[in-house]
C-alpha cells in the first residue's frame, strides 16, 4: 500500500470512489478532483493513486474502460461498479460514526 | 475474487502494460511530474496488489538456482547422483517389500479365505492329506465351500518333457476369481466318472512359451503324463493363485485317476500333502472357524495315521495376511526390520555426504551471500534461496532415483525368480515413501547446512576455518558405513561357510529321482519290486556307484521337522531313510549301527550329534528312549551320527533324527544314486517300466537354488556397503582437501621452520580421528545391539560379532579412510614453502 501519502490508510480509497460516484473519470482527473475538493491541502504523491486503483479494479468496485481523452491521448476511465456504490456507502456511514465517536471523545477530553 | 486473481496472474505482462502506459500518460499530464513519485516503484506496489509477489520470487530463486548449477555443472551431478542413489536403494527395497508383502493379494476376496495346515501335538504340516480336506467340506458349518490344490511334477507332450501340474478342486478358479482368457477355466463337478475325457487348463506363461500363444490350442489333445487330455482353457496373465505358485498346467484333482491310473491319492489319509483352503460363510470370524473345524476333526481321529492322533486340529491363516502364520508373520517382520534400517543408513549416508558437500558449496559461495546480505536481502529470503536450489536437486534426485529404484527392484526380482504374481507397478505407498525419503533429504541436506552457513556467513567476516559440523557429519557416515559393512561381511562370511564341506554331506554327483508311485497306484509290495527292480538295474550299470532311498532328497522341496520339549529351541529334520543313505551322502557314524531290515520306525532311530548333546546332554545315548520324555511308543536310540545340514542349510539351531524306511513308505519314496549322468538313471527306470516316468535332476542343481536367495542378500548388501564405502572415502577426502586449502599458508610456514612430515600430515588428519573412532564405534554397536538378532534369526542365520567378519570390515573402513584421507594430505606436503607463503 501507498507509504507516504500523507493521507490516513483506507481514505484514499473512499475519497477515490467518492469522486468517481457523480461519473466516470480517468487517473489525471481523479488526482485533479481531490486536489480541488480538498482546497490543495491533500498534497498527494499522485502516483500513489495507481496501487488503490489496481486494488478498486480487483475487488471488482470500479470498471475500468480505455477511451480517448479530450486532449486526444489514450486513457483509462474508471466507474463506480453497482457493488462498489454499496461498498462505498457501507464505508462512508462507517467512517461518519467513528469520525463523530472520536470527535466527541475529543471534545470530552479537552 | 479468486477467479479474478487468477485472470489477472494469466494477464499480468497485459496489465502491467497498460498500467505503466497510464502512468507515463498522467505523469506527461502534470505540471510538475516529479509530484508523481517513482513508476517503477509505483508499479511494483501495484502489481504487490494483485498478490503474485511470492511467485516472482520463487521463480527469480528458481532461476538463480538453475544459474548457480550451470556455474558448477560437477557438484550438481554429484548431488544427484548421490541423491540418486540414497533414495533409489530406499524406494526399490520398498517396492519390492511392498509387492511382495503388503499390497492385498490378487484373489477373490482374500479377507475371507483361510489356508489351513494339519496340526495335532507335536505335529506341523503345511498340507493337509485329501480324505480330510474332504470330510471336513462334509461336515462344517463355518466355511461355505473348500478349495484343494496339490502340485505334481509331470509329464507333458509326447516326449513327457516335465512340468508342474496343478491338481486342484474343480471349484478353484471360480472361488479364487481366476478367469480363462481363451476356452474356459474348470467348473463345478468337472466329469470325473471313469471313461470321462481328461481336461487341462493351461496357464499364461507355459500357453506363451511352450504353445507359441497360439489360441488354436482350445480343443486339441495334450499328453499329460502320457494320459490324452482335452485343452479346454487359457487363463489370464495375471492369475497365479492363492500362493503365487507357477504350475504349468491345471487339472481337476476329481480326474487324479485318469492321468495316474490306479492311484489312491484322495483316499489315502496319511500323505499331509495338499494345500487346503477354505472360503468362510459371512460374519464367521478365522479363530471360529478354526475351532469349528477342531471339533469336526475330533470325529476323524480314528482314520488319521499315528503321527497326528493326538489333538489333530486345522490352523487357519487369512488371506488378508497373505495366509501366512504368526511365526512366519514375526520373522519377516525382522528382515524388514533388517532391510529398512539398512535402507535408512544408506539415505542417511548419501544425506550425510550431500549435506558436507552443500557446505563446502555454501562455503565457496560466503562471496556471494554476503553480497546478498549487504545489498538488503533478508536471512528468510537467502535461507529461501539455499532451500529452492536443495529441493531442485532434491527433485531432480527423487527423479533419478526413481528409475533406479525401479531397475533395482526389477534386478532384484529377475534374479531371485520372483513369483510372477509380483506387481512393481508404483502405488500410492510407494509415492508416500519417495516424498518422505524427499523430505528427509530437503530436511538434513538443504535446511541444516543452509542455516549453519547463514548463520555463521553473516557474523564472520574473516573465515575462520570451521570444520566442526563437517566433521560430525563424516563421522555419520562412517558410521553407516560401518554398519553396512559389518552386516556384508556377515553374510558373506556366511555364505563361505556354506561349501560343499560345512553341509555335512555329499552332493557330488548325487542324483535324486522323484517317481510318483502312490500316483501309480503303486503300493508296498508293488513298489518294493518295482525299487528293488531298479536298484539292480542301476548297481548293474558301471557308471553308478552306490544308491539309496529317502523319502524326502536332502536340499530337496518336501521336507519334515519337529521341535521336542527335550530340546527347545533346536529345530529337528524327520528323516526317514535305508540303511545306505549315510554310506551314500558319506555321514560319518559316530557309534552304534545303522538300520537292518528288522528295524521299525517304532523300535530304532539314529540321532546326530547336535540333538543326542542337547536333549541328553551327552553322547551316551545308544538304547535309550527317543524322545526323553514322550508318551506311547518310544523308539531306541541305535546310532549317532555327526550333523548335516540336510534341509536347512544356513540354520545354526538344527539337527536330524533318521528313522528306517519301512515298505509303507516305499510309495512315497525318492531314488539318490552316484552316478556319472543322468541317463544311467533314466535309461535303468525305463529298463525297469517304461511306463512311468521318472523325474531326474542333480542335487547340486538343488543347493544351487538353496544358495540363490543369500547370495543375492549378500551381493545387494556388499554393493550397498561399498556405496556408502565410496561415498564416505569421497566425504573424507574432500574435508582433507578443504582442510588443506584452509591451511595452506599455515602448512608452508611450518615447512620453512623445518617441520616433520609427519607432523604436519597429523596436523591435518588429526581432525578426522575421533570421527572415524566415534563413528565406527557407534556403527559397530548399532549392529551388535540393534540388528544382531535379525540378522542371526531365520532365514539368515549371520553372525555379525564374529572375530574375523569384524576385523575385515573394521580393516577395510580404517584402510578406506586413511587413503582417502591422505592423497590430498600427502599432496599438501610437496607444497612450495616460498609459494604458500605467498598466497593469500
Known sequence: ?110 | MIWRRLLYLIRRNKLDRELVEEMTAHREMMNEPKQFGSVARLREESSDVWGWRWLDEIRQDLRHGFRVFKRSPSFTLTAITVLALGIGLNLGFFQLLNAALLQPLRIRNPETLVRLRQMAQGFDSSGVAFPVTQFVKENNSVLSSVITSQTERTGWGEDASEIDANFVSSNYFEELGGLPLLGRVFHEGEDDRSGAAPVVVLSYQFWQSRMGANPGVIGSRARVNGRVATIIGVTESSFHGPRNNRAHVWVPVEQTELFYPGSRFRSDWKSTGVDMYGRLKPGVTVSAAQDAIRSVMASLVDRLPEGIRKDPWLAATSGAAHFRPPRENREISAIIVLISSLCLIVLVVTCANLSSLMVAHANARAREFQMRAALGAGRLRVLRQFVTECALLVSAGLVVGWFVGYGAARWIAVETDAPLAISLMPDWRLAVAALSGACVALLTVGLIPAWRSISTQQLTINRSPRTGFQRVLIGVQVMGSCVLLLVAAAMTRKLQSMSETDLGFEINKIAVMEVALERYGMESDAAANYWRALRESVNANQAAQGVALSVFAPLGRGSSSSVYADSPGLTVTDMTVDADFFKLLRIPLLTGRTFESSDTRETAIIVSRSLAERMYGSLEVLGKNFPKSGEGQRATIIGITEDAKLMRITATNGAESYRPLTPSDLSGARLLAKVENLNVLRTAAHAVNPAILPSLRWMHGDLEDKLQAPRLARTAAGFVGLLALSLTSIGIFGLIAYTVSLKTREIGIRMALGAQSQSVLWLLLRGLAWPVAIGAGVGALVVFFGLAKPLAGDPLYADPSDPMTVVVSLAVLVAAGMIAGCVPAVRALRIDPSRALRED
Do not use: F
Open chain 1, 1 to 110: 500500500m501507498p507509504r507516504d501519502t500523507g493521507v490516513p490508510t483506507g481514505t484514499l480509497v473512499m475519497m477515490v470512489m467518492q469522486v468517481l460516484r457523480h461519473g466516470p473519470l480517468h487517473g489525471y482527473a481523479i488526482a485533479q478532483r481531490i486536489h480541488t475538493l480538498s482546497n490543495d491541502e491533500l498534497r498527494v504523491e499522485e502516483g500513489s493513486l495507481y496501487p488503490a486503483l489496481q486494488k478498486l479494479l480487483l475487488d471488482g468496485w470500479v470498471h475500468g474502460t480505455w477511451t480517448t481523452s479530450d486532449s486526444g491521448r489514450k486513457v483509462r476511465e474508471y466507474k463506480l461498479t453497482a457493488a462498489g456504490r454499496k461498498q462505498l456507502d457501507a464505508r462512508l456511514s462507517e467512517y461518519d460514526r467513528m469520525s463523530s465517536a472520536v470527535r466527541a471523545v475529543l471534545k470530552g477530553a479537552s
